[in-house]
């Protein structure tokens, strides 16, 4: 009987997530810890539990029972299969954290325990001095299902946008000229690729307001006040599956890292401070006397850690960063609609760039550089 059970159970799960490929999406996660699948596998069925990375984002499609989910990571071609639900994962993540700390004790009574030895034998008569060789870097700590924790996580998940919204930051201030002209062209450039695809989402003035006085004064935690109404209205336009652009206007990520909002955080990166201020200078002398406010903006933006940001324009011509940028929303925009035929463009990527410079009075620096550098993001779409 038990078997027979077991054999429904099987077909029914099978069906599940045969029919899970095309259902709609209900809610989106982000991960605070890695989960090891293919490791000790007791999902439903074997071989169909989700592997994942602290910070990468899930698409849940439907709750199988509560011990697991049924969704997939949003990357390209990554397949639908089982989730941990936060209770299973959050008994795993306990689990791993007291077997972690049992082995970090037992390695150091261990060590302590052949350091003694080996004194004695380094003493003892008709040793000569000698000691045995350590095998420490060899002991091979157990598999577990759970590492690589986020410090300070309220739980395993938090949620996010189904689409996650692109937040430009850098390279220096908001309200000064070289920062505001940087952003337009690169929204310009979004919006010719993407055209209906892209949508650049209004925010309230007042709602904005309220966000850069909580940010100033730094009374918050993880949302920062006058965020929360932003959010909500982000979360009911992700529901068409369009990609978002919200101008926030910020000076600095770190408010945005763990809050409800998770954007596409995209730092336009100038690290060399001549470079900086050649480009101020071009803009005249009114420009010239923020010159060293938007400098130390630009270098403590820089000195951030680069898990701060997904992506990170450090090109120094404008066509290769807007065309660094553009690969990296068409990647999340087939990762997020893997079942969806997206629109074609045979057209040039950049086929306007030279006149949105001219227009917008913006000219890339005379930097010697190489184009086609290697580029890196931290979640791989």
């Avoid at 306990?94 to 150091?108: G, K």
């Avoid at 400098?295 to 660094?324: G, I, M």
């Avoid at 925009?333 to 917008?360: E, F, V």
């Amino acid at each position: 009987s038990s078997g027979i059970n077991a054999e429904y159970g099987l077909k029914e799960a099978w069906d599940i997530i045969s029919r899970a490929e095309k259902m709609d999406v209900a809610f989106a996660v982000r991960t605070n810890l890695t989960f090891n699948g293919i490791h000790d596998d007791d999902s439903p069925i074997h071989g169909k539990a989700v592997t994942f990375r602290a910070r990468d984002c899930l698409h849940v499609k439907a709750k199988y029972n509560e011990d697991w989910w049924i969704g997939r990571v949003v990357k390209v071609d990554a397949p639908i299969g089982f989730i941990p639900a936060p209770c299973k994962l959050k008994k795993l993540a306990q689990e791993a954290a007291t077997n972690i700390n049992q082995q970090q004790v037992a390695r150091r009574t261990t060590l302590q325990a052949k350091e003694e030895v080996n004194k004695k034998e380094e003493t003892g008569p008709g040793k000569n001095g000698e000691t045995r060789g350590s095998n420490d870097s060899l002991e091979l700590i157990p598999q577990t299902r759970v590492s690589e924790i986020e410090p300070k996580s309220q739980g395993p998940y938090e949620a996010v946008p189904v689409i996650r919204p692109v937040v430009l930051c850098g390279p220096s201030l908001r309200g000064f000229e070289i920062t505001d002209l940087m952003h337009k062209a690169l929204v310009s450039a979004m919006k010719k690729q993407f055209e209906d695809r892209l949508e650049s989402f209004p925010v309230d003035e007042k709602c904005l307001k309220i966000l850069h006085a909580s940010i100033a004064n730094n009374k918050y935690s993880n949302m920062p006040d006058g965020l929360d109404e932003i959010t909500d209205a982000v979360y009911n336009a992700a529901r068409g599956f369009k990609l978002l652009l919200v101008d926030l206007k910020i000076n600095s990520p770190v408010p945005l890292r763990n809050s409800a909002l998770g954007p596409i955080l995209v730092h336009i990166k100038i690290s060399n401070t001549k470079v900086l201020q050649n480009l101020i200078k071009q803009r005249g002398s009114e420009q010239k006397r923020g010159m060293t406010a938007q400098v130390y903006a630009a270098t403590k933006l820089c000195d951030l850690d680069r898990r701060n940001f997904d992506v990170v324009l450090s090109e120094h011509d404008y066509n290769d960063a807007a065309e660094h940028l553009i690969n990296y929303m068409e990647k999340y925009w087939r990762a997020s609609r893997p079942y969806q035929s997206s629109k074609k463009h045979h057209d040039s990527l950049l086929r306007n760039t030279p006149g949105i410079i001219n227009k917008l009075g913006l000219r890339s620096p005379k930097v010697s550089h190489v184009s086609g550098r290697k580029q890196e993001h931290r979640i791989a779409v």
